[in-house]
């Protein structure tokens, strides 16, 4: 999957790029738009993004497991060599200190990302704040020829800003375009 972000100028240009994606077989599930305007596209039926896109839950939920784990691995390690429990500790104890830990980094690292702005996205936060639309349009390699064709005959207002070539990789780096 491939990922290609088109700004938008405007709520009609974005209505009639959906209808557009639609025609050449690219359904909702494909097609996320993130803009300050949720209530305008909820009227127009355009498909929204989700949380999980505008957010960095998934990223920062990641780096918290791993600070989890690691920290996890060291009480283990101290739980082993000081046996403040006595010398009869039963082995599987270290094992879930270490998914504890984990477990925890991961909860602490998904609300800190629920406070943040997803990475991904903001290069294009003065944009979107301006009132411009951020389409998201994943394709697969057979129908990114065709929407790329169509975007650029149907759809000259709106700008290829950047492209994604990881689906739902949050940690991968996004290629902004510079026009």
Known sequence: MKANYYLSPTLKSTHQIS????EVGINDWFIH?????????NKQQVHSSNYLETLDVLRNGGIGGLIGF????????ALMFFKPFGPNMPEFIYLIVIVLFTLFGIWEGGLAGVACENKKLAKFHDELEE???????YTGKKQEHAVNEMMARKHPE??????????FNPFSQLKRLEN
Not at 19 to 22: A, F, I, K, S, T
Not at 34 to 41: Q, R, W, Y
Request: aromatic share 8%; proline share 0%.
């Open 19 to 22: 209808d557009d994606l639609h």
């Open 33 to 41: 738009v993130v803009s300050k305007d949720e209530s305008g596209l």
């Open 70 to 77: 690691i920290i996890g691995v060291f009480a283990a390690g």
């Open 131 to 137: 009132g411009k639309y951020l389409i998201l349009i």
């Open 158 to 167: 709106a700008r290829l800003v950047a492209t994604d070539t990881q689906y």
